[in-house]
Nanobody, 121 residues
Framework: QVQLAESGGGSVQAGGSLRLSCAATYSPRSMGWFRQAPGKGREGVAALDSDGSATYADSVKGRFTISRDNAKNTLYLQMSSLKPEDTAMYYC??????????????????WGQGTQVTVSS
């Protein structure tokens, strides 16, 4: 079983940057970032397979970068040019197998508790 712990959330003005981290108890095959804003459904943001294959939601392409440090069992999400619509609780997810549809949350069995990101205009 993989345990995940997110950190790095906070409040920032529009146009600013934040870096989220997700520490895992070991380095699983597939990991991803998801977010959920109040009153909205969960949205896949970015995902990264251990072979380096990255997938991004259209809404964050060119602004967010996902990466991982396997030596530290840590997944990162560098967020730049943040917009108020990026405000949400951000969750890290993991699977020990390769996820074929990376931005679908139901494909991941392991989840962190989330970290809040708030972007003000």
């Amino acid at each position: 079983q993989v345990q995940l712990a997110e950190s790095g959330g906070g409040s920032v003005q529009a146009g600013g940057s934040l870096r989220l981290s997700c520490a895992a108890t070991y380095s699983p095959r597939s990991m991803g970032w998801f977010r959920q804003a109040p009153g909205k459904g969960r949205e896949g943001v970015a995902a990264l397979d251990s072979d380096g294959s990255a997938t991004y939601a259209d809404s964050v392409k060119g602004r967010f970068t996902i990466s991982r440090d396997n030596a530290k069992n840590t997944l990162y999400l560098q967020m730049s040019s943040l917009k108020p619509e990026d405000t949400a609780m951000y969750y890290c997810a993991a699977a020990v197998f390769r996820v074929l549809v990376p931005l679908v949350g139901s494909n991941y069995p392991y989840w962190g508790q989330g970290t809040q990101v708030t972007v003000s205009s």
